[in-house]
């Protein structure tokens, strides 16, 4: 069966246009179709406007601007016969029975026996959707449930009825795991699946037992967060974030169709606060304020008690500094009483969701790890415990204990057989997990290996058939000595027997730059001598890993900034997931990129074909790119600054990223060789000159600070290639020095130390 080369999105609103954008991010045409609106010039306008709005959308819905143009808008009167040559429509219109049935008839006069159709319903069942339609569109039916928004979350719930097409559900899973990069969580026919039910009974109770207990929405926000490993926003933080009027939709629908001893019932209770703050239109971040808000005098949350806003109170909660979970649920605190009541209650709920909702455990545990953030699903979470505790104390406290935790009785609901990992099954046995093909995790290679070279910031993995994977354990992945001298290690290793080089990790970030603390510490006792090293060092190491004799291969998603970008820019080939956030932002530090970052960017603009010739236009760009900053938003973003070259790859699936890697890796092997240093021609004294009078512009402007003028000053230097003549041809090494030799110069400078500490303590730029 083909895959998908041209898809349909009918429904142009907040999910639709947007799950539009992730098929064109993944390269595939695809057509944005809504209705006609009364009175409009353009019977597009619905599905035009939704493209251009999705142009401003922060975060974007796009990965560039070229992906946009992969985007057709029309409407279903004029244009539903575009859908005859598409292999996927997704319906994502309104959420109304009748009207999706109505639209289904019409796609199944006009579409192609085989094309699949997919509903994005949240709450309505397959089997009510289907319902009297005929069998061959039955068919090819399913529910793909996506959720908001589409392009930066992972989890995609699929859906099937009785007689959905298994090849068809192939080919529709396999497209969403590998093209749009979705992780798929197959969920029953259930009301509100997987994520949405166990997530709404998790917040509907969180919201119910602060109230009852008096609690504060900052304490039940710290309570409910961190020491169960759930991100911060916890329970208010996160209704803010979704919108509080969707609550009540989905909790509707919940309780219309949910059985009448189910457990949901309990959670569901009508709270008048709610009411009045969905009325008053406080319903979240999107709209005046939510749990929380920015008030004239800074950030406010709503008492719960009387729904006045009051100042911020930090959460006070000394309980929370017990870190095993047990012991705080066990404690006598009003806390410790509130955590375990939201807690208790939703794992026994997870519990009672196998097999109704979910097939098996590992399904729930994906779902919420992926439309929560969860860092431990809820069985992971029970495994904590252990489940015959929590069936313990479910019951002293009069809760019901669903089946399955009466199954596990002491039993854990995960298990390492060897080093394969296992889970229970409902009827009492482990079944293992299989990774799909394509997926390679060093989370897995750890439970059978040990490293081949380790220290106290990097490990290296021997990942099979000749290539070994260097991984950064340092905080934050920041580079320092010990990772670059194991990383030199690594290369000579490698130069006497194996093939290829991976650089990746399984971190939050691939790397956030150079340890910019131990820097810091440097300077302040002004270790010159020190600091002038490691910037030698990690030119000398960044050179070996460009010109060594095998090919390597970088692997980054997320932040790579800095050093962490520098390295990227000296792998043979990036193989880089679709979120990579990348750049040399040693400008925001006050300083310049030291490692070869400089020298990199001039090859290769220069290289670039659409540059004109001639020693200004090169620099030019890369002062522009690297002077404020520049940040890419996506892998495909990266490619346009040049970060990445058009031939490194892009993996939409960030559990595929090892496996592509490694792939590209070993597709290099064969007659590799090095690069061959490259050619400079530099503009010197006039090209700096042309920069500083751009940089006072910008200042003349306020767009540049005093202390920018000094910074950009120094990059100008390096990128001009110093007192050089248009005729001379410095190298690499030349230019190497002028980066050493201005990074030294402002390391050393107030203006520098001040930006590094507020960058240290506070995350943010500093702009003096
Ligand atoms: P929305 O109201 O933002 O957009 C719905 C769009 O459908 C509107 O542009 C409307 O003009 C259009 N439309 C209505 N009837 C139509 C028809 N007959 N033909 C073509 N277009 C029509 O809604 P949304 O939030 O994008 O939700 C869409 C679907 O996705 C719903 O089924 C919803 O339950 C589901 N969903 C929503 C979210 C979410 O967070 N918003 C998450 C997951 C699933």
Redesign the pocket.
């Known amino acids: 069966m083909a895959g998908i080369r041209k898809a349909a999105v009918?429904?142009?609103?907040?999910?639709?246009a947007a799950i539009a954008a992730q098929f064109a991010n993944a390269g595939i045409p695809v057509v944005l179709?809504?209705?006609v609106p009364e009175g409009a010039k353009s019977r597009s306008a619905?599905a035009t406007g939704?493209i251009a709005k999705m142009l401003k959308t922060e975060p974007a819905p796009f990965m560039s601007k070229r992906a946009a143009k992969l985007v057709t808008p029309g409407n279903?009167e004029d244009d539903l016969g575009q859908i005859t040559d598409c292999d996927w429509v997704v319906e994502?219109?309104?959420?109304r029975l009748d009207?999706?049935q109505?639209?289904y008839r019409k796609l199944d006069a006009v579409r192609r026996p085989g094309t699949a159709i997919s509903?994005?319903?949240?709450?309505?069942p397959l089997a009510r959707l289907t319902e009297g339609l005929p069998d061959s569109f039955k068919r090819d039916f399913l529910i793909t449930?996506?959720?908001?928004p589409p392009r930066y979350m992972r989890l995609l719930e699929i859906v099937t009825g009785p007689e959905t097409d298994p090849e068809l559900l192939a080919k529709i899973s396999a497209f969403a795991d590998i093209s749009l990069g979705k992780s798929v969580v197959r969920a029953k026919d259930s009301p509100g699946f997987i994520a949405n039910r166990l997530g709404v009974f998790w917040l509907q109770t969180g919201v119910i037992e602060a109230i009852d207990a008096g609690l504060t929405v900052e304490e039940a926000d710290a309570v409910m967060s961190k020491p169960a490993g759930i991100p911060k926003t916890g329970v208010f933080g996160l209704i803010d974030l979704?919108g509080l009027d969707?609550m009540p939709h989905i909790s509707a629908s919940l309780a219309a169709t949910l059985a009448p001893g189910d457990a949901y019932h309990a959670a569901n209770r009508d709270l008048p606060l709610i009411k009045t703050m969905i009325e008053k239109g406080l319903i979240g971040r999107k709209g005046k304020g939510g749990f929380y808000r920015r008030g004239k005098t800074g950030r406010e949350a709503i008492d719960l008690a009387t729904g006045e806003y009051r100042p911020l109170q930090k959460a006070n909660l000394p309980e929370l500094a017990e870190r095993d979970l047990r012991a705080l649920l066990a404690g006598p605190g009003k806390a410790a009483r509130y955590c375990w009541r939201v807690l208790g209650q939703t794992l026994s709920y997870a519990a009672a969701l196998v097999p109704e909702a979910a097939e098996d455990v590992s399904a729930i545990d994906e779902a919420m790890r992926l439309g929560y953030n969860w860092r431990f699903g809820p069985f992971e979470l029970i495994d904590k415990l252990g489940a015959g505790w929590l069936a313990g104390r479910l019951a002293a406290d009069g809760f019901p204990v669903p089946a399955l935790l009466k199954l596990a009785g002491e039993k854990p609901f995960y298990r390492l057989q060897g080093t394969e990992r296992e889970f229970l099954t409902v009827d009492g046995g482990y079944q293992k997990f299989t990774r799909p093909e394509g997926v390679l995790l060093l989370e897995d290679i750890k439970r059978s290996q040990r490293p081949v070279l380790k220290n106290a910031s990097a490990s290296v993995w021997d990942i099979g058939d000749g290539v070994l994977c260097f991984e950064y354990t340092s905080k934050s992945n920041s580079l320092d000595q010990p990772n670059l001298e194991l990383l030199a290690k690594t290369i000579d290793l490698i130069s006497q027997g194996h093939k290829a080089l991976v650089i990746y990790n399984e971190g939050e970030n691939f790397s956030a730059g150079a340890n910019l603390g131990l820097g810091l510490f440097a300077a302040n006792i002004a270790a010159w001598g020190e600091i002038e090293k490691l910037v030698v060092l990690g030119q000398q190491v960044y050179k070996k890993l460009k010109y060594a004799p095998f090919p390597s291969v970088a692997a980054p998603f997320g932040m790579a900034l800095g050093g962490g970008c520098e390295i990227l820019l000296h792998a043979s080939a990036v193989q880089a997931h679709a979120e990579t956030y990348t750049g040399l932002v040693e400008c925001g530090v006050g300083l310049v990129p030291a490692w070869g970052g400089c020298t990199e960017m001039l090859a290769r603009w220069a290289a670039n074909k659409a540059m004109p010739r001639g020693p200004m236009p090169a620099p030019a760009k890369v002062f522009e790119t690297v002077s404020v900053a520049t940040v890419s938003k996506s892998a495909a973003q990266a490619k346009e600054h040049l970060f990445l070259r058009e031939t490194d790859g892009i993996t939409m699936n960030r559990s595929r990223l090892l496996a592509d890697a490694k792939a590209k890796a070993l597709s290099l092997v064969e007659n590799y060789t090095p690069p061959a240093p490259p050619q400079y021609q530099l503009p010197g004294e006039s090209g700096r000159v042309a920069f500083k009078l751009a940089a006072e512009d910008f200042r003349r402007k306020g767009i540049a600070t005093e202390y920018d003028m000094v910074v950009t000053g120094e990059l100008a230097s390096v990128l001009s290639g110093g007192p050089v003549d248009i005729l001379d041809r410095p190298t690499e090494q030349d230019i190497l020095g002028l980066e050493r030799a201005a990074f030294m110069r402002l390391i050393k400078r107030g203006g520098t130390l001040a930006r590094i500490e507020t960058m240290l303590t506070t995350g943010k730029p500093l702009r003096n």
């Open positions: 009918i429904g142009a609103g907040t999910m639709g179709l809504d209705i619905l939704a279903v994502a219109i309104i959420e009207l999706k109505a639209l509903s994005n319903t949240s709450t309505i449930h996506f959720f908001n979704v969707l």
